[in-house]
T-cell receptor, first 115, second 111 residues
């Protein structure tokens, strides 16, 4: 158990809908990351938050957004869903930034299926 | 997005054999990490490397940070059934904590 908790574990929804994925980082970790894993693309970085502020952005679609709340949990919002958005979405957390204690620990993921 | 090149893509070995895999990049990374992913689970951190040339062990696993900082290697000795899974390398650049992942090596143990 990495200590990173993601809910829900599975999600099935229709095209055009909007969903919210939730992540609770390890106790004490200030940095949260979101990654997408699809069969043909491997693990791709979406976005990072540190202590409530956006720190880095990857190839995240405009239909997707995220935030980190004062209690450090994070949510990833996916809207206007398309079939191609079906993937595993992972949250990871790390204690710090800036080169020290930045190893990321991953949650078990949310499997999103868009039908 | 960028992915690191990992080889081999897949391996079929017998229990007890040693395993070697590597990861290469066209750019320099300051930290190399190795993860293992089981089906339906998240990646689990195995080893973290912070300095060029560093050799680090975790039980039967040994990983090395390449001297050019553009590659890393993972060895597993005396493989056992629970070693089955997908192994990913990942790199981090200084001041940029996002991970760039390798394409993965799928390890299968033949009975």
């Amino acid at each position: 158990d990495s200590g990173v908790t993601q809910t829900p574990k599975h999600l099935i929804t229709a095209t055009g809908q909007r969903v919210t994925l939730r992540c609770s980082p390890r106790s004490g970790d200030l940095s949260v990351y979101w990654y997408q894993q699809s069969l043909d693309q491997g693990l791709q970085f979406l976005i990072q938050y540190y202590n409530g502020e956006e720190r880095a952005k990857g190839n995240i679609l405009e239909r997707f957004s995220a935030q980190q709340f004062p209690d450090l949990h994070s949510e990833l919002n996916l809207s206007s869903l398309e079939l191609g958005d079906s993937a595993l979405y992972f949250c990871a957390s790390s204690p710090s930034i800036g080169g020290l204690n930045t190893e990321a620990f991953f949650g078990q993921g949310t499997r999103l299926t868009v039908v | 997005g960028q992915q690191l090149n990992q080889s081999p893509q897949s391996m079929f070995i017998q229990e007890g054999e040693d395993v070697s895999m590597n990861c290469t990049s066209s750019s320099i990374f300051n930290t190399w990490l190795w993860y293992k992913q089981d089906p339906g689970e998240g990646p689990v951190l195995l080893i973290a490397l912070y300095k060029a040339g560093e050799l680090t062990s975790n039980g039967r696993l040994t990983a090395q940070f390449g001297t050019t900082r553009k590659d890393s290697f993972l060895n597993i000795s005396a493989s056992i059934p629970s070693d089955v899974g997908i192994y990913f390398c990942a790199g981090q650049k200084l001041g940029n904590e996002k991970l760039t992942f390798g394409t993965g090596t799928r390890l299968t143990i033949i009975p």
